[in-house]
T-cell receptor
């Protein structure tokens, strides 16, 4: 059963610390998305990649957030330095064909 | 550009009653439309999708949705609600060949025993 996996599932950190979230897309999928979900803003698209190249990161605060795909099996989202307003659930999704997105279980981030 | 509007952030129904979750879309080109479900502490899961074939689309767990171009709507229905249907439901829109989906703000469904 192919699934998107995300680690860690929960992360509690203090303001100013670096946070790295990882995503393993479904094998063979060439598109990876990062979303952030909060009660106030709902589901927001942060960035997405196709064939490991960033296609759109306009939803991501550039000063502290960065997203990369070191290889086809790993996508990372990094926040440095983290702030309390970054507290949210971060989802990764992957797709193999246009319009298709399979979501991971999310990383719940709490920044104190 | 595309967008969707979900009417009603919270919907409550009695167990066994009809479920109706509303979604209206805006798109300058023929849309592809999706419904996703999110159970507590989980990611989004695809319920069903419309990609310009049959206008009545059947999905998992007994849900279906009808594409109505004249009303720019894609409402989600289920004839009889089950307790396990309690979740958050998201409508999304895209276009042919695109990777990106534009999500609505979600509707939380509560099922009353």
């Amino acid at each position: 059963d192919a699934r998107v996996t995300q680690t860690p599932r929960d992360k509690v950190t203090e303001m100013g610390q670096e946070v790295t979230m990882r995503c393993q897309p479904i094998l063979g999928h060439n598109t990876v998305f990062w979303y952030r979900q909060t009660m106030m803003q709902g589901l927001e698209l942060l960035a997405y990649f196709r064939n490991r190249a960033p296609l759109d990161d306009s939803g991501m605060p550039k000063d502290r957030f960065s997203a990369e795909m070191p290889d086809a099996t790993l996508a990372t989202l990094k926040i440095q330095p983290s702030e309390p307003r970054d507290s949210a659930v971060y989802f990764c999704a992957s797709g193999g064909i246009p319009n298709e997105q399979f979501f991971g279980p999310g990383t719940r981030l709490t920044v104190l | 550009a595309q967008s969707v509007t979900q009417l009603g952030s919270h919907v409550s129904v009695s167990e066994g009653a009809l479920v109706l979750l509303r979604c209206n879309y805006s798109s300058s080109v023929p849309p592809y439309l999706f419904w996703y479900v999110q159970y507590p502490n989980q990611g989004l899961q695809l319920l069903l999708k419309y990609t310009s074939a049959a206008t009545l689309v059947k999905g998992i767990n007994g849900f279906e949705a009808e594409f109505k171009k004249s009303e720019t709507s894609f409402h989600l229905t289920k004839p009889s609600a089950h307790m396990s249907d309690a979740a958050e439901y998201f409508c999304a829109v895209s276009v042919a060949g695109a990777n990106n989906l534009f999500f609505g703000t979600g509707t939380r469904l509560t099922v009353i025993p």
